[in-house]
């Protein structure tokens, strides 16, 4: 039989890995008596830890939270993955959880015995974003805690977004990361249709509305929705919400070798005719843009008339200063 403290040890551990554990069952993963056990959990109860004793045929135990919970037990492979999960949340730049990570990663280094410590410095992660996506903003945690909070509790959210006082009232049904932004997946109640909001631009009103009744979301999961709303439409032919056509003074090969999505068709030596899609018209209508060369749009007038647009905001930027 273990000593009684590495075999304490190994008792809490187990506790914390599920909500419930029969006492037969933590005797035998023990190798050690149901008598042992009862003695045991008493001892982790003098220290302080909660353990509630469950009723019925079998009997059983539960580690319950509270707010004076002492140190929890991490086995190896727990410590190393949130010590390299906070490196990683501690390296990213401008995600407004980098400073509460570090920290976070330092207490726990603290804690850690020697040999532990050893190998978890010897691994250095950082986190490096692409150059393109880089956030606007920061988002504030207290904002993802108060998100994820509404969305367990399916309360309906009220807030403003974007630049202006725009009040909006939504469903929220998950809160993602993409691309090195965070997400509000949710049903926007006033558009009647399914939103993603960036958090940063989020600006919570309270109290929260009602309870709901959560919606199917199209696609099945939020995988699916996210990716496809952003690289594709949410129906079943996987196509962009957005897409269009233009033809550009450029070589057919030259064209392909930047593009990764769209469809190049070759019109002649030094032009072809390119289609692409996206999750915007304006969005689209930067990809045709970004060739550095005149293009002239085939269609459709939405594409049309996102260049006109996009065309004033670019002569606005240039004469600005």
């Not at 554990?21 to 008596?33: K, N, V, Y």
């Not at 304006?282 to 550095?292: E, I």
């Not at 008339?305 to 004033?312: D, V």
Request: hydrophobic share 40%.
């Amino acid at each position: 039989m273990p000593k009684t403290s590495a075999r304490l040890l190994a008792l809490l551990s187990l506790l914390q890995s599920r909500r419930d554990w029969p006492g037969t069952l933590l005797a035998d993963r023990l190798d050690i008596s149901l008598r042992t056990v009862r003695r045991d959990v008493d001892r982790l109860r003098e220290l302080g830890y909660p353990i509630a004793a469950i009723k019925g045929p079998d009997g059983g135990y539960r580690l319950s939270a509270g707010t004076e919970l002492p140190p929890l037990l991490f086995d190896d492979e727990q410590a190393v993955a949130l010590t390299v999960a906070l490196q990683v949340s501690a390296s990213t730049p401008d995600n407004g959880l980098a400073e509460a990570a570090a920290r976070a990663l330092t207490t726990i280094r603290q804690v850690l015995p020697a040999r532990l410590r050893n190998r978890i410095s010897a691994l250095e992660v950082t986190a490096v974003p692409r150059p393109t996506t880089q956030p606007d903003s920061a988002v504030d945690g207290d904002v993802l805690l108060a998100l994820g909070a509404a969305v367990h509790a399916r309360e309906v959210l009220r807030f403003y977004y974007g630049t202006e006082d725009d009040p909006r009232r939504a469903e929220p049904h998950h809160v993602v990361t993409w691309d090195g932004r965070w997400y509000l997946v949710a049903w926007d109640l006033d558009r009647a249709d399914w939103r993603t909001f960036r958090v940063d631009r989020l600006r919570l009103r309270t109290p929260n509305g009602p309870r709901f009744v959560p919606r199917e979301l199209p696609g099945g999961d939020v995988t699916t929705f996210v990716t496809s709303r952003f690289r594709g439409s949410v129906d079943d032919s996987g196509r962009w919400p957005c897409r269009g056509s233009a033809t550009l003074p450029l070589a057919a090969s030259v064209v392909a070798a930047y593009t990764r999505d769209g469809i190049v068709e070759a019109l002649g030596e030094q032009r072809c005719r390119l289609t692409l899609g996206s999750w915007s018209w304006g969005s689209l209508a930067a990809g045709f843009a970004r060739f550095d060369a005149s293009f002239e749009v085939v269609g459709p007038e939405e594409l049309r008339a996102a260049c006109e647009k996009l065309g004033r905001r670019f002569t606005s930027a240039a004469t600005l200063g």
